[in-house]
């Protein structure tokens, strides 16, 4: 039911990579190369992905990180309340 999850939610490296049809070991690869939306650091050791970073970056038409976040840095932000 992951069609029904609000689009906050944070994915971790297998759940990022399955929303993008790859694998992790390919997702991790691009990652490394910041090829993907910058991750958020829950501790040193755990990174998460915003659900809404991803999908907004497929749209975007997948560019590199900085140009992603140049894109994101101009749009408005949406209301955060539900």
């Known amino acids: 039911m992951s069609g029904d999850l609000p689009e906050t939610e944070l994915l971790d490296a297998r759940q990022a990579a399955a929303l ?3 694998g992790r070991t390919p ?3 691009l990652n490394k ?3 993907v939306p910058a991750g958020i650091a829950i501790t040193t050791k755990i990174i ?3 659900r809404r ?3 907004r970056w ?3 038409g997948c ?3 900085e140009e992603f976040e140049r894109i994101t840095a101009s ?3 949406a209301s955060q309340r539900g």
């Open 20 to 22: 993008l049809g790859i």
């Open 27 to 29: 997702f991790f690869k």
């Open 33 to 35: 190369r910041k090829n």
């Open 48 to 50: 998460r992905w915003r």
């Open 53 to 55: 970073d991803l999908l």
């Open 58 to 60: 497929i749209e975007a």
């Open 63 to 65: 560019p590199r990180r």
């Open 75 to 77: 749009q408005p932000q």
